[in-house]
């Protein structure tokens, strides 16, 4: 079973093909960092353009590279939601257009079951079920995953995501976007501790987040005052001390409410260095597993999309080879609770 997957929903264009046998065949990715960068995130019309100007040469470059025609896909997966309306209606209506071109189904994947899947690519892999850290640009939750698409919410952040919060720092410091890599590397020449920032429910007694506040005691340390290339450096380096704490806390804390030894860390923050060793030794120190995608499948791509919509075919019934092309009409859900999905049998 051959799947092309396309993933539209912000600002990475990413397309994939993966084969229910012989694995990833071929990934691609663009990203738009450069053109939002003026404009300290993402401008949603500016997106939805490139995202137009870029997912047909990504597959055919893709196609090429693994050896490929259109005629042998027997699926075309692509992000439904949630994302930016105009982003993802750029790869729905793609995908409708080349599966009822070809006669084949089209498949709506949720972007977070992409994520969350994701890690299950790489070997080892995790085994169901498995408790999920999702940290990304916009949402930050913890899951208990039983199954494909069998997603129980444990907490979320109630304000700011991680993501979010790395970005908004970002700017507080005069740094790039996107936030997240701009403050890791800035983090290396300071020190944690120099100054003092809050660790945002902490100590809650519940799995949900908040880091609006985070940001805003970063806001109280840099606003009115002209800092130094080592204040600026030892702001950096607390602010991702308090992230990493915090969702290491949280994420042994449902390990051990739900009873679980497995930890999923998937989303963009996922690819963070300090979280990562962190959570390594937290977890081996316990008797724990922890496991991430590979770098290049933190970030929004193609790939997980593709992976995600096999997983879900594999325990469907059989494609016919004479399926009947699928509906003229389809949408998009900008916002779609990753709970809603349905389990699929096993």
């Given amino acids: 079973m051959l799947v092309l997957g396309i993933e539209t929903s912000c600002d990475e264009s990413g397309v994939a093909l993966y084969h229910s046998e012989r694995g990833l065949l071929a990934h691609a990715l663009y990203s738009q960092i450069a053109l939002h960068a003026d404009y300290g995130g993402v401008v949603p019309e500016l997106a939805s353009r490139d995202h137009i100007r870029r997912v047909l040469p990504l597959t055919r470059d893709i196609l090429r590279q693994a050896g490929c025609a259109l005629t042998d ?27 009822y071109a070809l006669g084949v189904p089209a498949l709506g994947i949720h972007h977070l079951e992409g994520h969350l899947l994701s890690p299950l690519m790489t070997k080892p892999a995790p085994q169901f ?46 740094l790039g976007y996107p936030g997240g890599p701009a403050i890791a590397q ?86 963070n260095q ?35 919509a096999m997983l879900r075919m594999q325990h469907t019934s059989p494609l016919s080879p004479h399926a009947s092309p699928p509906k003229r009409s389809f949408g998009v859900r900008p916002r779609w609770e990753l709970s809603a999905l349905q389990p699929v049998s096993a």
Avoid: W
């Fill in 274 to 308: 300090k979280l990562r060793t962190r959570l390594t030794k937290a977890t081996t120190a316990r008797g724990l597993q922890v496991f991430y995608p590979a770098l290049e499948f933190c970030t929004d791509n193609g790939a997980m999309i593709a992976y995600a």
């Fill in 73 to 99: 896909l027997d699926a075309v997966a692509y992000t439904e939601g949630p994302g930016l309306a105009g982003a993802l209606l750029v790869g729905a209506s793609i995908a409708h257009g080349l599966a």
């Fill in 129 to 174: 079920p498995f408790i999920a850290l999702l940290v990304s640009g916009g949402h930050s939750q913890l899951m208990r995953v039983a199954g494909v698409g069998s997603y129980e919410l444990l907490g979320e952040t109630l304000d700011d995501a991680a993501g979010e919060a790395f970005d908004k720092t970002a700017q507080l410091l005069g």
């Fill in 186 to 271: 800035l983090a290396e020449k300071g020190r944690p501790g120099r100054i003092s920032l809050p660790r945002p429910m902490l100590h809650s007694g519940d799995l949900d987040f908040s880091f609006s506040g985070l940001k805003t005691a970063v806001l109280l340390q840099v606003k009115g005052r002209d800092l130094d290339a080592r204040a600026r450096a030892d702001v950096a380096a607390e602010f991702e001390a308090a992230i990493v704490e915090v969702l290491v806390a949280k994420s042994l804390a449902a390990l051990q409410s739900t009873d679980l030894k497995q930890l999923v860390v998937a989303g963009g923050v996922g690819a």
